[in-house]
């Protein structure tokens, strides 16, 4: 269902599950031992997401749903199953990684969930992407209504889960839902452009940005002392003391 691979600072995770990459109970056990692969990798810094199938990843595997309705199962198992996905794709969110989505195909309601717990996501101008659980009677349940919320506020949240409306990825781009989109046959050049320009990123560094960002939409931070007090824990970094003494050797 997945190849994990690793080159130089990358770490490159590939969704192999034909045709679709749907989200099965197996997926998500095989993806939580795969999360605990890359929080162990310390040689990395960047987490390239993609997908070897036309489509990126469809979201969950509808198969399982219909059982589980049909077999009225109790709802407290269904919420495990929920909190598990939520406990997953928080990880995600939360590596200690820059995580980049490549999104050639659909990209749609679990799947996208997924894009949006990365930290970037670029775009083929042909890919689909959306949250439509709502025509099966369904919302976005893996932090989907939150994360879209977040990153492109109510108006385009409410387009894109109470509308279920389906965008290329060049509309995606102009709503915010991605950060770059270009053709398809430019994709794979520009996620390895971006990963190229990212590549020297400081991992500590990294790790303490993306505490800050997070720190910047949750109420009960305070963005402003976290990120004083994640600056303080940087300019006592050896490797931050040695890349500022290595920029001025150069100059």
């Given at each position: 269902m997945f190849d994990l691979s690793h080159q130089g600072t990358v770490s490159t995770l590939t969704l192999s599950r034909p045709p679709a990459n749907v989200i099965s109970h197996a997926w998500l056990e095989e993806f939580d031992t795969i999360l605990d692969q890359l929080e162990g990798n310390k040689v990395t810094n960047i987490l390239h997401l993609r997908s070897n199938q036309k489509i990126f990843c469809a979201g969950a595997d509808l198969n399982e749903y219909r059982l589980r309705m049909e077999n009225n199962e109790d709802p407290a198992e269904y919420k495990k199953y929920l909190m598990n996905f939520h406990r997953l794709f928080g990880r995600l969110e939360s590596l200690a990684k820059l995580s980049i989505a490549e999104i050639g195909g659909a990209a749609l309601g679990g799947g996208f969930e997924l894009a949006l717990s990365c930290d970037l996501r670029v775009a083929a101008?042909?890919?689909?992407?959306?949250?439509?659980?709502?025509?099966?009677?369904?919302?976005?349940?893996?932090?989907?209504?939150?994360?879209?919320?977040?990153?492109?506020?109510?108006?385009?949240?409410?387009?894109?889960?109470?509308?279920?409306?389906?965008?290329?990825?060049?509309?995606?781009?102009?709503?915010?839902?991605?950060?770059?989109?270009?053709?398809?046959?430019?994709?794979?050049?520009?996620?390895?452009?971006?990963?190229?320009?990212?590549?020297?990123?400081?991992?500590?560094?990294?790790?303490?940005?993306?505490?800050?960002?997070?720190?910047?939409?949750d109420p009960n931070s305070d963005g402003f002392e976290m990120e004083i007090d994640v600056s303080l824990e940087l300019v006592q970094n050896p490797d931050s003391i040695k890349r500022v003494s290595s920029f001025f050797d150069k100059n």
């Open positions: 101008n042909e890919a689909k992407l959306g949250l439509p659980e709502g025509r099966l009677g369904l919302i976005p349940g893996a932090g989907g209504t939150q994360r879209i919320t977040k990153l492109c506020g109510p108006s385009t949240a409410n387009r894109i889960v109470l509308a279920c409306e389906i965008v290329d990825g060049k509309t995606a781009h102009e709503l915010g839902m991605v950060q770059w989109a270009v053709p398809r046959d430019e994709l794979a050049g520009k996620a390895l452009e971006i990963i190229a320009n990212c590549g020297d990123v400081s991992t500590d560094a990294l790790l303490g940005a993306k505490k800050c960002i997070a720190a910047a939409q």
